[in-house]
């Protein structure tokens, strides 16, 4: 069975540019979380997608907003780019409303998103 | 605010030593836990997990003890082998989304 898949692996933007990042979840789950990463740092939770709604966003600006699609993947997408935008955003996917139900986030490799 | 903080940045152990990583957690409304382990260039991989009406849960090699009452999380591994090296986070549920501390590097010197 196919874990989750993020595409592109790496992305370098230009201050300013935008941002797109996608995330196929595993087969059978309907939920999909996204996650940044800065480097050397922990996770901090951006966005949590269920059944094609959002359920619930984390600390940061309105220019960070995704989308979950009717086959359940999602795209992430970063508007005016800034230099601290600058590090691997991770998305996840669960059964069941994930976290809520108990059931644990599985995790894709990444992209790695450089803006110069 | 929310947070899941790690006692140690790094750990340093023996190879076919026991490992034990701890964690501390802030909200006692968080009813579900989850260890994951992070190698280079790779997204967190699944350990074990433990709900908050357990203290204690075995898995191959690894163990996940709770205590509630201090708010304390810790990942023992048993015999550790050079393939653990990696960042080990902690991290808390019961909101909807899961809360990560910062992570504690695991260093296995042969």
């Known amino acids: 069975e196919a874990g989750v898949t993020q595409s592109p692996t790496h992305l370098i933007k230009t201050r300013g540019q935008q941002a797109t990042l996608r995330c196929s979840p595993i087969?059978?789950?309907?939920?999909v979380y996204w996650y940044q990463q800065a480097l050397g740092l922990g996770l901090q939770f951006l966005l949590w997608y269920d059944e094609g709604e959002e359920r619930n966003r984390g600390n940061f600006p309105p220019r960070f907003s995704g989308r979950q699609f009717p086959n359940y993947s999602s795209e992430l997408n970063v508007n005016a780019l800034e230099l601290e935008d600058s590090a691997l955003y991770l998305c996840?996917?669960?059964?069941?409303?994930?976290?809520?139900?108990?059931?644990?986030?599985?995790f894709g490799n990444g992209t790695r998103l450089t803006v110069t | 605010g929310e947070s899941v903080g790690l006692h140690l940045p790094t750990l340093s152990v023996q190879e076919g030593d026991n490992s034990i990583i701890n964690c501390a957690y802030s909200?006692?409304?968080?009813?579900?836990f989850i260890w994951y382990k992070q190698e280079s260039g790779k997204g967190p991989q699944f350990i074990i997990d433990?709900?908050?009406?357990?203290d204690k849960r075995q898995g191959q090699r690894v163990t996940v003890l709770l205590n509630k009452t201090v708010k304390h999380l810790s990942l023992q591994i048993a015999a550790t082998q050079p393939g653990d090296s990696a960042v080990y986070f902690c991290a808390e549920g019961g909101t909807g989304k899961l809360i990560f501390g910062q992570g504690t590097t695991l260093q296995v010197k042969p």
């Open positions: 909200n006692s409304a968080s009813d579900y």
């Open positions: 433990i709900r908050s009406n357990m």
């Open positions: 996840a996917s669960s059964l069941d409303l994930g976290v809520r139900n108990n059931s644990p986030l599985h």
């Open positions: 087969s059978g789950h309907t939920s």
